[in-house]
């Protein structure tokens, strides 16, 4: 009996192919884009989780100072003083430098950490012994992927690779270890700038140079700590804080704060909670688009049900009852439901890539979910299945025997009212969709070409070789000025910061005479005297930094500081002096630049401090501005020139409009995931139209005839189907726009610096909708119009 429901079903389905087609088409995009964004949803919900023990793991996270680094001996010292509280615990510098085999020369992130590495996070090797792979100085573990880049196989244990020191020298490192493939995690990858490849223990912290791990007055390192079983986190907040006051300096203690945070939940809520909230919003756009697939699914499927009025009466004069009816039609739903599940799910590792490269992360395969997963599309078949079959199988199969043969629907009215709702809904989920991409775009073309107080135009950054002393700044000035002469270069600097919002720390200040408790902390950049020139920032009053190696008690500020330290304007704070709390040196201000956006528009401008790095001899960076024109060529000149006055080193630039889509890579992402969307709803949209106005067309048929024989005209009878959807169209734009006002402006809200929502994103995406729509309807209608009215009225 089942067997002949699905034959049946199918017969069905292959007769009305046309309606199956466009039923099947939108039910399936509206699955797997769900899929995808399923997909991507669980994966970021498992960053830190696959972690050894990682309900006890914890980030020592900073108030008053740089947030992801603290004091370095201080989650060492929690284990020490208090084992009753910690289990283990974690510290990491993280420095770049270049490696070398061979002509293999490659700058690479380095992580200097302790050696409960790969004990306290269950991090396992491949190859190696975990048990001393961290011990010795001058070893280094390294990941899979780096062991065929330098050695052209997976096990590379045994083998040497040059590392540079800060200082420009030389030394091999022993490989003792290669890891195998280990989760997404904030132990290896704090951030998208640090995704550590090379791990080596921290005993070799002197030959890089570093900040000594033990040193209370070192507040850059990040620092992790696992908990014993059952410690209650308010015990170890107070024990933490306990140690700053007994260990720290005076200015520490009144600066810095430190809390715990979980581990599984750092990730999510870093950022101001950036990561969470485009969960939610990523969430909530696939729900409507599988939301729309369904609402189009279950509207064709009351549409078509009509049509088969005739075929329900001949079942119930044959003797067919209404629970078989009923079957009937809830097993054809479910069929087609099932289809366009099993199309998705074959498709799904087919878009994996393209969707992973879309929104710049991998995506899980099918076969690494949880088996409870399969759930899923099993409920998506079974609960689309019985909503799209119930009207019908339900509703229809009560029509009398008389007049279902009759083909006549006196005895049950078509619900006219419930079907333009649905499609009123789907408009609306539409406009709504395409008015949130619309917005979206336009905060990051204001990102991007806003005013960010800086010229980012043709403007190449590369990370140097470091020798932090007064010798290896006078060694790299003389190696900026060579690339500055070059023709194809306007201006070079070299710096400690780039404006991507990563600087080299926050040191609180104060004015002279006044209470050191009074001091306000700033964002600090070490700079030459060429910064500005090459960034084009403008200079509010006084003058920049110089380069004659008299400006050791001179700094520069932004207008943001000039204001939190109280002076009236930029030309008051000239000649004015200041104090670092606990430092002796007395700093007067030499000038004062305009205010610009060093990192993301997230955050208000902050109070900025430049420094010159002849004064605080540490850089990172050699920014090139290049002249306009052939920029191919003007990256070859750097790159000869590089090879040349810093051999052994790599070339590894960046435009800054690379770096600026780096510090807003969540934003990029939701760009393009909100275009996809976009696309998705009007195809979904116009799919579902384009079933809809088939049916109706199919159905008054003869309508279309009679009116031709009375005098219609072609126009006339086009538009009098256009009315019937613009009306619908017009309606959800009503419904649509305040409701998309609402969730642009929440978001919006989260910028300190955001466009202004003007008429434009919402009218446009109207227009758009209703010109398509309109186009779609006319050219079916056309063609029923045209049709010759004698054929269709002779059995009449």
């Not at 878009?351 to 991998?362: E, Q, S």
Request: charged letters at 15%; one cysteine or more.
């Amino acid at each position: 009996m089942i067997k002949n429901y699905f034959k049946t079903a199918w017969r069905n389905i292959v007769k009305h192919r046309f309606y199956s087609i466009v039923n099947v088409v939108g039910l399936f995009a509206g699955i797997t884009f769900t899929l995808l964004i399923g997909a991507y949803v669980w994966g970021e919900l498992q960053v830190n989780k696959k972690l050894l023990h990682a309900n006890n793991q914890y980030f020592l996270k900073s108030e008053g100072g740089l947030d992801i680094t603290t004091l370095g001996p201080l989650s060492k010292a929690m284990k020490e003083h208090y084992p009753n509280l910690i289990k283990n615990y974690y510290r990491w510098d993280g420095i770049t430098s270049v490696a070398s085999k061979g002509d293999k020369h490659f700058r690479e992130n380095i992580q200097l950490g302790d050696s409960t590495l790969l004990f306290m996070y269950g991090f396992g090797l491949l190859y190696g012994d975990a048990r001393t792979a961290l011990v010795n100085p001058y070893s280094v573990v390294i990941t899979k992927e780096i062991a065929i880049k330098y050695f052209a196989k997976k096990d590379a244990v045994g083998e040497t690779i040059g590392i540079q020191s800060f200082s420009g020298s030389q030394h091999d490192f022993i490989v003792t270890g290669v890891l195998k493939d280990i989760p997404e995690n904030s132990v290896t990858h704090l951030n998208d700038d640090n995704n550590n490849t090379f791990f080596i223990p921290t005993n070799t912290f002197a030959y890089f140079g570093r900040a000594d791990f033990e040193s209370w007055s070192n507040v850059y390192i990040p620092s992790y700590i696992e908990l014993q079983n059952n410690v209650s986190v308010n015990t170890v907040d107070r024990a933490i804080n306990q140690l700053i006051q007994e260990n720290a300096a005076d200015i520490i203690k009144k600066t810095l704060t430190v809390h715990p945070v979980l581990l599984t939940d750092y990730y999510l809520t870093k950022n101001n909670g950036l990561v969470k909230r485009m969960l939610y919003t990523l969430s909530f756009i696939g729900l409507f688009i599988l939301l729309m697939a369904i609402v189009n699914f279950i509207n064709m499927a009351i549409s078509s049900s009509s049509a088969r009025v005739r075929e329900i009466g001949v079942r119930k004069v044959m003797g067919g009852v209404k629970k078989q009816i009923i079957f009937q039609f809830l097993t054809e739903s479910t069929l087609l439901v099932l289809i366009a599940t099993l199309l998705a799910l074959m498709a799904y590792p087919l878009l994996t890539p393209v969707f992973a490269d879309m929104i710049g992360k991998p995506i899980a395969a099918l076969f690494s979910f949880p088996l409870y997963f399969v759930l899923i599309p099993v409920a998506i078949v079974i609960i689309v299945g019985l909503l799209a079959g119930l009207y019908p199988a339900f509703v229809l199969s009560s029509i009398k025997s008389a007049d279902a043969v009759k083909g006549k629907l006196r005895t049950v009215k078509e619900s006219i009212l419930l079907r333009k709702s649905l499609v009123g809904f789907q408009f609306c989920i539409a406009i709504i969709v395409m008015i949130g991409a619309f917005i979206i775009s336009q905060q990051l073309n204001y990102f991007f070409n806003g005013q960010l107080g800086y010229n980012k135009e043709f403007i190449v950054t590369a990370q140097v070789p470091r020798d932090w002393s007064p010798a290896g700044v006078q060694k790299m000035e003389t190696i900026r000025n060579e690339f500055a002469a070059l023709p194809r270069i306007s201006s070079a600097t070299l710096s400690y910061e780039i404006p991507n919002g990563m600087n080299g720390g926050n040191p609180p200040i104060y004015k002279m005479g006044e209470d050191s408790t009074k001091a306000i902390s700033m964002q600090l950049l070490i700079t030459d005297q060429n910064y500005l020139s090459t960034y084009q920032i403008p200079l509010k009053a006084g003058e920049f930094l110089s380069d004659a190696g008299n400006d050791s008690g001179k700094i520069v500020l932004n207008e943001k500081a000039v204001e939190a330290l109280g002076w009236k304007n930029a030309a008051a704070a000239i000649g004015q002096q200041v104090k670092i709390p606990g430092d002796r040196t007395i700093f007067t201000i030499k000038g004062v630049t305009n205010d610009f956006h060093f990192g993301s528009m997230q955050q208000t401008i902050s109070p900025m401090l430049f420094f010159n790095v002849q004064f605080a001899p540490n850089y990172r960076y050699l920014s090139f501005k290049i002249k306009p024109g052939n920029i191919t060529a003007s990256i070859e000149t750097i790159q000869k020139k590089w090879s040349q006055l810093i051999p052994g080193s790599s070339f590894e630039y960046q435009f800054m409009d690379d770096t600026l889509k780096n510090l807003y890579a969540n934003e990029m992402q939701l760009k393009k995931a909100a275009f996809t969307a976009t696309v998705l709803s009007l195809i979904i949209v116009l799919l579902g139209i384009l079933g809809l106005v088939s049916l109706s067309i199919h159905k008054r048929v003869k309508e279309i005839s009679i009116r031709k024989v009375l005098g219609a005209s072609v126009p006339n009878i086009t538009l009098l189907f256009i009315k019937e959807f613009m009306v619908v169209v017009g309606i959800a734009a009503i419904i649509a726009c305040p409701v998309a006002w609402y969730l642009m402006k929440k978001w919006l809200n989260n910028y300190a610096y955001r466009v202004t929502l003007t008429i434009q994103p919402f009218l446009w995406p109207i227009i758009a909708l209703g010109l398509v729509t309109l186009l779609l309807i006319a050219v079916q209608t056309l063609k029923a119009a045209l049709v010759n009215p004698m054929k269709n009225l002779r059995s009449e």
